[in-house]
């Protein structure tokens, strides 16, 4: 017995063995099975690592953006040096008897626009190329026909504010013929601004100047930035005529209606200051009261045809006039550190556009004297809404709660 039971032991013992070794290989898959199946660790093994030089180099930094604005300021500085400035010296003693001298220096300049011709590249020192389109102040005046201006890079629009008024003295009868007269010229107006190149026309009422119309109605507060006003108001004749006045003026009706429509191109900086004016024209318009009261329908055709005629040649000495004039669009604050433009789709900016913010009482007339450019402040479009841009600021100081601030597209 004790022969026959020791292959059996010796069988028990390799049965063991080979329990304990299926154990551990069972053990060590499970382990190795772990690691094949966690996915973050399995995706961080197979991702390749990506340099931090290389992905710095993707994202401008602000040591970028900070080069790119002293560029900037560095070419309209230099385009300022060459156009004629004023020296204002000073020179004062004070109590103590000691001699003061001051001197300031005033160009005869006005930006135009700043072109970015290249942007700093990936993992290179040199500065980007900037162009300062400069012009000077008495350019308005002593512009000649030959004169002629370059077309911007994209069309930039404007947007103008449409504000209507007609006047008190409008008495019976000629209150209907003034107010139809008035909605004439501002759907007329509306209507031609849609072929302006320049500017993107917005209508807007203006608040009633009676106190009690005013509480009927609500709160409202008038736009700023740019604006344009449609007034209406009775003629009154001058004070010396010239012959041909004269001469005109006994040969019409005594019983005619001669009211003078004018409009106003200007910029309102705060919604309760008024319109600081930029230009301005008028013309004279003759009612017929017999013809608006015996048909009214035909004498509103007629008047019509007129007024549009007047509206299309406004519209067109505007875009002449403002052709060469700065493409600025006006800054608002939104919050503490929220900044936007007035413009909006059909402004013609687009989300990662980049603007130069300034403030037009010291660019660049001030150019010359110490840390007048340090105020300058490069931002980016960031969001374009129906009415309002969102920028994002992306080198320079934090923008100044005093003064109006405006932006210069790159």
Request: with cysteine; hydrophobic share 40%; aromatic share 6%.
């Amino acid at each position: 017995m004790q022969h026959i039971d020791r292959p059996a032991t010796k069988v028990m013992r390799l049965g063991q063995r080979l329990a304990v070794g299926l154990l551990c290989a069972a053990a060590l898959g499970a382990q190795a099975q772990s690691f094949a199946t966690n996915p973050s660790e399995a995706h961080q093994l197979d991702k390749p690592q990506v340099p931090m030089a290389s992905r710095a180099a993707r994202s401008p930094s602000a040591k970028q953006h900070e080069a790119q604005l002293e560029a900037i300021r560095q070419a309209i500085l230099q385009a300022t040096i060459d156009r004629p400035t004023r020296v204002l010296s000073t020179a004062w003693i004070d109590d103590k008897g000691a001699l003061h001298e001051s001197a300031h220096f005033q160009s005869e300049a006005q930006v135009r626009g700043v072109r970015v011709l290249s942007y700093l590249q990936d993992e290179q020192d040199a500065a980007p190329q900037v162009s300062a389109e400069v012009l000077p102040w008495g350019w308005r005046e002593a512009r000649t026909q030959a004169a002629e201006c370059k077309a911007p890079p994209r069309p930039w629009r404007l947007p103008l504010v449409l504000q209507t008024r007609v006047e008190q003295g409008f008495a019976g009868a000629q209150q209907f013929a003034s107010q139809s007269l008035m909605h004439i010229a501002s759907q007329s107006w509306t209507q031609q601004m849609q072929a302006s190149q320049r500017w993107r026309a917005q209508h807007k009422a203006t608040p009633p100047e009676n106190a009690y119309m005013r509480a009927l109605t609500g709160p409202s507060e008038s736009p700023t930035g740019w604006t344009a006003e449609l007034v209406l108001k009775p003629h009154a004749a001058a004070a010396g005529l010239s012959m041909r006045q004269a001469w005109h003026a006994l040969n019409q009706n005594e019983h005619d209606w001669r009211w003078t429509l004018s409009f106003t191109l200007g910029e309102r900086h705060t919604s309760q200051g008024p319109i600081e004016p930029r230009w301005q024209i008028e013309q004279v318009i003759t009612i017929d009261p017999q013809a608006a009261s015996q048909n009214p329908s035909a004498w509103v055709h007629r008047l019509k045809e007129q007024v549009q005629q007047h509206m299309q040649a406004w519209v067109k000495q505007l875009d002449k006039r403002s052709e060469c004039e700065p493409v600025q669009f006006h800054v608002r604050r939104s919050g503490q550190e929220g900044l936007q433009l007035q413009a909006g789709f059909e402004s013609g900016l687009r989300a990662g556009d980049r603007v130069l913010l300034v403030n037009p009482s010291h660019i660049p007339s001030q150019m010359l004297e110490p840390g007048a450019t340090q105020h300058l402040a490069l931002a980016q479009v960031v969001k374009v809404g129906a009415e309002r841009t969102e920028l994002q600021q992306l080198a320079g100081p934090a923008l100044s709660a005093q003064g109006h601030w405006m932006a210069l597209p790159l």
